[in-house]
């Protein structure tokens, strides 16, 4: 015929760009095997309410069964003339078993068929980012504890602010990434509705039987509007999004890292197997998968707005704008998948100077609050006035290029006279820290407590 797929209304084939711009077989065939798993489920079902024989439907899984074979040993033959994933099996399923394979496609449409193997790849896809983001966070878990006590600067604006743990700072990514897994099983409970069935739009006359499909396709139950189930692609943009926020997150540490192993920093050095060196430079060792994460951190964001911008707009229900849906998606998760796992291939393998840390953290009067704590504690200043003082005791010092600790106690008391020699105990980091016991706070004895909280927590989850 003149079309291989619909040659009954058809004279003529498509034009070569039409070809070109119409299929998808060079990304989606990605999704064979949740194609082939979805046409024996329905296969299944057809046979069991009768609207297919027996014998069809074991034709139709021999055959199914035998392309998934096909496909994994690399010796089936990808046609761009027949567009998609789903023709591509279809056509060979015609090929291996004749005339019942036209049977397989009775109450079912490409459009619930597209959107219940993307649904599936999705939730299997959400299912490994989980497994990888535990991991990371176990990565951080060690750290956390081993440095619980380790002194460094606590930033803002990037400017020495407090000193804070090492610990409590990867607690922080804990956290964080602990906020993403629970987004990724969200976007799992809200995507676990199985579409096949919804055919084109409307459903379909034939009786079938949705739970059943939905069941045995590891669904928790069926979509409830036919419309909607080809028409929405939210849980493709549920998974951009946390991908996105969890690629932000990834690209703030990958930032840190870039940061903290600078020789002028040099809080922690990356080990040989996460670093490379330069071809010309030879005392250089880079962090360039800290610098890719940074980076492709830019095209999963990008991937959310693309899609965002395919689906504005798009009248309900079916239109061929959303076959762009899945590259966008497949990138991300390839890109998400790589930076989690190098990530946790850095944070667990890294040496972490805590001296470099700590000298850090004395720098810049990092201790200027505790100061200003110790004049409202201990002399009942309020608390406007201690900032006043104590910002004339960072001038004092800073003029005479010292730091506050090194300030004699005669210089202090010019100051205000009512200081004591006692001031002193808080102006070391590792006393600053110490103190800092508030619920979630940085003093060691926190950060085991949050520690040993996540331990627990990751567990049970
Ligand atoms: N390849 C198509 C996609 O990814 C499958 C659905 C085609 N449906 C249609 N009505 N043309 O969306």
Same mark, same amino acid.
């Given at each position: ?8 209304? @058809? ?66 033959? @990808? ?15 015609? %090929? ?33 980012? !989980? %497994? ?5 966070? !176990? ?21 020495? !602010? ?30 676990? %509705? ?43 943009? %549920? @998974? ?26 040099? @809080? ?63 990138? !991300? ?10 990530? /946790? ?56 290029? /010292? ?10 008391? /010019? ?47």
């Amino acid at each position: 015929t003149s079309n291989q797929m619909w040659g009954g209304r @058809f004279a003529s084939g498509p034009a070569a760009v039409m070809e070109a711009i119409n299929a998808s077989i060079g990304f989606d065939r990605k999704l064979y095997s949740q194609d082939i798993r979805g046409s024996l489920a329905h296969s299944e079902m057809l046979a069991e309410k009768g609207i297919i024989s027996a014998e069809d439907q074991s034709r139709i899984a021999h055959g199914l069964n035998t392309i998934l074979r096909e496909i994994e040993e690399g010796t089936f033959t @990808f046609s761009t003339r027949l567009e998609d994933i789903h023709m591509n099996v279809e056509a060979r399923l015609a %090929e291996l078993i004749g005339p019942a394979a036209g049977r397989l496609h009775t109450a079912r449409s490409r459009n619930d068929q597209v959107a219940v193997d993307f649904r599936l790849w999705v939730k299997e896809e959400l299912v490994s980012t !989980a %497994e990888g983001l535990k991991r990371l966070i !176990a990565a951080f878990l060690d750290r956390a504890e081993e440095h619980a006590a380790t002194v460094m600067p606590g930033f803002t604006h990037l400017q020495s !602010a407090q000193p804070v743990t090492f610990g409590h700072h990867c607690m922080a990514y804990v956290e964080m990434f602990a906020r993403d897994l629970s987004r990724v099983r969200d976007a799992v409970e809200r995507l676990d %509705e199985s579409p096949l069935g919804a055919a084109a739009l409307a459903g379909t006359g034939f009786p079938i039987d949705r739970q059943a499909t939905a069941r045995a396709l590891g669904f928790r139950e069926p979509t409830r509007n036919s419309i909607d189930s080809v028409s929405d692609r939210d849980f493709a943009l %549920e @998974f951009l999004a946390v991908a996105s926020i969890c690629a932000t997150h990834l690209s703030r540490l990958a930032e840190e890292i870039v940061i903290w192993s600078t020789p002028q920093f040099g @809080f922690v050095r990356l080990s040989d197997s996460f670093s490379t060196g330069s071809s010309i430079m030879p005392q250089k060792k880079n962090p360039d998968a800290a610098e890719l994460v940074r980076a492709k951190t830019g095209r999963v964001n990008g991937h959310l707005v693309g899609l965002l911008t395919v689906m504005k707009g798009l009248p309900l229900a079916y239109s061929k704008d959303m076959q762009e849906d899945k590259e966008a998606v497949f990138d !991300a998760a390839e890109a998400l998948d790589l930076m989690i796992a190098a990530m /946790t291939g850095m944070v667990s393998d890294m040496t972490v100077n805590a001296d470099a840390m700590k000298r850090a953290a004395g720098s810049g009067y990092s201790t200027a609050t505790d100061l200003a704590d110790w004049l409202v504690r201990v002399l009942g200043l309020p608390f406007r006035e201690a900032h006043h003082v104590t910002g004339r005791a960072v001038a004092m010092a800073e003029a005479k290029k /010292t730091g506050l600790e090194k300030l004699s106690l005669e210089d202090l008391q /010019t100051l205000h006279s009512g200081i004591t020699e006692d001031v002193y105990s808080v102006l070391s980091v590792r006393n600053s820290v110490s103190s800092r016991t508030s619920f979630g706070g940085t003093a060691p004895s926190q950060v085991r407590r949050q520690t040993r909280y996540w331990r627990k927590r990751l567990a049970k989850a």
